[in-house]
Each structure stands twice: as C-alpha cells, then as structure tokens.
C-alpha cells in the first residue's frame, strides 16, 4: 500500500472512489482544494470520491542496520559518499559552466572589435567619398570661363589700375540690411535683463576640471581656436595638425574631423542658422564647410583672396557675412552663400598686418588688431577706419566686444586692455602674468557678465562698469603642463568654460557632476 503521490506507505490512506488509486490523506486534500483534479488522471475529484482506509496501527520496526554501532556507522559512510558524489558533480556542472561563460564573453569581446574596425572602415569610406565628391565638380567644370571685351579676352577676376582685383563692394541693399539689423539688436540690447539661468558667481568660484578629450594629432599637438555652437552644444576645435574637430559635449563623442588645409588652423567660427563652420588657416586660404543631419561635414568653399597667414574669422550677426583678417595686413568681407568677396580693405604687404578681428554684437563695427599693437576701429558700411586704440605692446592676439555694447576687450604681451567706445579711451588694464608671458585669449561671455583670460592660466573675472573694480572670480589652472593656454570659450550661460592649450586636449571646466545636478533645480528653464 503505497501513496500514489508521495511513493511511501501513508500514515492515514484514504482511497479514490473514481480512479481507485490510494493517497496519504494530508496531501491528496491539499492538492484537491488547489487543483479540484486527480493528481494522476487528471479527472475532477472532491473530497466525497475519497474513502477512508482502516489499517491497524503498528510500529514501525527500526531498520537491522540501524541496531548496533556498526551498522550507524555503515549508514552514515553510505550517506557521506553519496553526498561527495552529488558535489563532485556539481563541480563538474559548475566548471562547464565557467567555461561556457568564457567562451561567450570572447566572442562578445571579438565581436566588439570588429564592429569597430568596420565603423572606421566605413567613416574613412565615407571621407574619402566626401572628398571625391568635392573633387569632381571641380574637375567637371573645366577651366573658368573668360569673358570677350572688344575682341579680347578679360580673366574672371579684373584687375584695376591700381594692380589690385576689382571687388564688387557693398551694395545699398546690404547696407539697408545691415542697418536695419543693428537697429533691431540696439532696440533688443536696451531691453535684456540678465537671464535667471546664468552661473553664478559662488558657482564659477567651484569651478574644475570635469572632462578632458584629446582631439588632435600627437605628433602635432596644440589647439589654437575654439568656438560652440550653443543650439546644440557642439564644440570645433582647430589645430596645428591643420585639422578641425567638431565635438558633441554632451555625449562626448567626436562628430568629425575636417581635413583640408595645408597648414595649422588659426581662426574657425560657427554659422548655427545654415549649419556652416569657418576656417582661415596658415596656408593663406579660408574653408567654408557644410554640415549635414548625420553630422558630416563637407568643403563648400574654398577661398585664396589673402596673400599671407589668415589670422581671424569673425562673423556677422545676420549670419549671412563673415569678415577674415590676414598678416598680408587686408581684410576681407564675404557673402557667405556665395562664398565671394566683396571687398578687400587695406594695402596688401607681406609684412606685419592684421592678427585678430572681431564684429560688434550689432554689426555695424568692425575691430581689428594688428601686429604693430594697434587696434582699429572700422565702419562697415563705409569701410572707413574711425578710430584707432594705441598703448598695448607686442602683437594684438585677440580681442572681444561686450555685449553690452559698450566694452572691447584686447589682449596681448602686456596684458588686457579694456576699451570705452562711448569715450573712446583705454579704461582698465589687467596683468594677470608677467611680462615674458603673453595673453592669448580674451573672451566676454553672451551675458556680459564675465570675462575669461587665457595665458599661463585661465582667468575670469565679473564684469563690473568703468569706475569699479573688475574682480577676479576664479584662477583655472592650465593642467596641459605647457603653461600655454591658447584659448577659451564660455559655455551657454557661462555653465562651463571650454579651453585649448598646447598639447592636443579640449579641456572642460565646470561644477562636478554631483553638485550640476544640486544646481539644475534652481535654473529655470529658458
């Protein structure tokens, strides 16, 4: 008489009616009020199909092996053998199993590897293509077409009698547009509050190091020009390796490599509306590139107006020009959808000339620095030179408009010079390093609130207004260990501060990540 479901002798059976098959009782009306079923056949069973078995009670006799010591002994060897058997084999299961996980992490591992050699293949393919596409339109098109004047063949680009080449200039309708833009940001300007969203100081004072990414080759390391597209948080990078770097800060991700020039890049800005980038390089040529939706870029232009390095790109506010500035001591303003220029001001020299240029937040004003420590004041509209700032010493090497309108900031071996254009006069002047060290970069952030200084170190300092004190809110050390920082760019609402030095690393500075996420609940959004 053995239990159908547990295989021993039951304590109380009971029988099933139905089936006729016998149960422990215990576990035969556990498993009907769970199931409502025989656990054998399956059929419906209720606890009326069962009958009570009577057996006599009786007590089990003790097993023979269990009566002498012997025997207990035996019992318990029997029992331990059994239990090294079952852990030898699992063991054994325990080992294949290792094995197993071995083999798929290598070949997750291999895996890995070749998805990244078929991603490289397939970003210098594309490369490549991009290039040959630029190539053949240029080879298709045959040589430049000549015009024929009175029997005779005139070149593209006419010579004066002066020797230079005829430019078209700036016609009354860009003026008009040009005019009415810097009344539309005039207006705007007097009515900008400072954005609840921007850093404050306490927050720049806990400023550090939060990523360092190396960009550029290392057999030609040095970052010389940074500039962000703030729509999207990109950041392009142009090097002595004579390349560009477009990266996306957030992700960390390198989005492209520009090639191309022949010679280090000096000078590279963004143009967010059509998804350009500008280049003016030591090779004497500027590059407007192309970007696209999947983040490739591509040489739409390449312009050799300039007869020497071309130290600075600057564009307008309209986003539709751009000016270039060159050692061969020219400025040039172009049309950027065209890519022509429409006037090249100054004498053309191989010698000293321009080293930095910026446009006025408003557009109308042009400031140029030279090699001589001056720094001239343009109209735009009439291509005049209306003022002129003398007292730095040595090269200008950067300089940059408030925008508030008001203030140029310009740097070079002396120092920084900040400028009054309502009075015209040099106000203030900091000297942040010795005099054997030059500032290279000088930069106001869009709010006008703070003033970043590239040297030895990184420097930022409050904007306060020509009577008070400028004072320095925070010292960034230059961690490149070139004591060379080359340039620095602020981040939207001055959140982070990108700069580039003398090896091959685009440094982000900025609040740990720990208290970025203490400070985010307390900005607004935009």
């Not at 509050?193 to 550029?216: M, N």
């Not at 060290?437 to 170190?457: I, R």
């Not at 420097?459 to 004190?469: L, P, W």
Request: charged share 25%; with cysteine.
């Amino acid at each position: 008489m053995i239990c159908a479901i547990s295989g021993e002798v039951p304590e109380e059976p009971v029988l099933s009616k139905n089936s006729g098959l016998l149960f422990e009782r215990r576990l035969i009306e556990r498993y009907i009020e769970d199931h409502a079923r025989c656990p054998v056949t399956k059929e419906e069973l209720t606890m009326d199909d069962l009958v009570a078995v009577k057996t006599n009670k009786i007590v089990k006799p003790r097993p023979l092996q269990a009566a002498s010591v012997p025997g207990l002994l035996g019992m318990f060897q029997n029992e331990w053998d059994a239990l090294m058997l079952s852990n030898f084999a699992l063991e054994q299961q325990l080992h294949t199993a290792r094995q197993e996980l071995s083999h798929a992490l290598y070949q997750h591992d291999a895996a890995c590897r070749v998805i990244a050699r078929l991603k490289k293949e397939r970003d210098e393919s594309r490369a490549l293509l991009a290039q040959a596409e630029r190539q053949i339109p240029i080879s298709a098109a045959g040589p430049a077409p000549v015009a024929i004047t009175n029997g005779k063949r005139a070149l593209e680009d006419e010579v004066g009698p002066d020797g230079k080449k005829m430019r078209p200039g700036i016609n009354p309708v860009m003026i008009d547009e040009l005019t009415e833009c810097n009344s539309m940001l005039s207006a705007q300007r007097k009515k900008r509050q400072v954005p609840p969203s921007l850093a404050p100081i306490d927050a720049l004072e806990r400023y550090t190091q939060i990523s360092s990414h190396p960009l550029h080759k290392t057999n030609k390391p040095g970052i010389l020009s940074i500039d962000i597209d703030h729509s999207k948080d990109i950041i392009a990078t142009g090097g002595i390796d004579t390349n560009a770097v477009i990266f996306d800060r957030p992700s960390g991700q390198v989005l492209g490599t520009l090639t191309g020039h022949s010679k280090k890049i000096i000078s590279l800005k963004f143009v967010p509306r059509d998804e350009l980038l500008i280049t003016g390089s030591a090779d004497k040529t500027v590059r407007i590139w192309q970007g696209s939706k999947d983040g490739i870029y591509s040489c739409r232009h390449t312009l050799k107006d300039h007869g020497a390095e071309v130290e600075a790109v600057t564009v307008h506010a309209t986003q539709k020009y751009f000016v270039t500035a060159s050692r061969d001591n020219t400025w040039c303003f172009y049309d950027i959808s065209t890519g022509s220029c429409l006037t090249q001001v100054g004498e053309a020299s191989g010698q000293d000339g321009y080293t930095a240029a910026a446009f006025h937040p408003d557009g109308l004003i042009l400031g140029t620095g030279t090699s001589e420590a001056v720094v001239k004041i343009w109209d735009v509209k009439s291509q005049s030179n209306v003022a002129k700032f003398d007292g730095h010493v040595g090269a200008v090497t950067a300089m940059s408009f408030s925008e508030n309108g008001y203030f140029l900031a310009t740097a070079a071996v002396d120092g920084v010079k900040l400028w009054d254009l309502r009075k015209l006069r040099n106000f203030r002047t900091l000297s942040p390093y010795d005099p054997d060290t030059p500032t290279s970069s000088v930069e106001f952030d869009f709010s006008g609130n703070y003033l970043a200084v590239a040297g030895a170190d990184i420097r930022v300092y409050q904007v306060a207004n020509v009577k008070s004190e400028w004072n320095l809110v925070k010292t960034l050390p230059d961690l490149s260990g070139t004591g060379k920082a080359t340039c620095v760019k602020f981040g939207t609402d001055a959140k982070y501060v990108a700069v580039g030095s003398m090896d091959r690393n685009l440094r982000i500075f900025g609040l740990p990540g720990e208290e970025q996420m203490e400070e985010a609940p307390q900005s607004p959004a935009k």
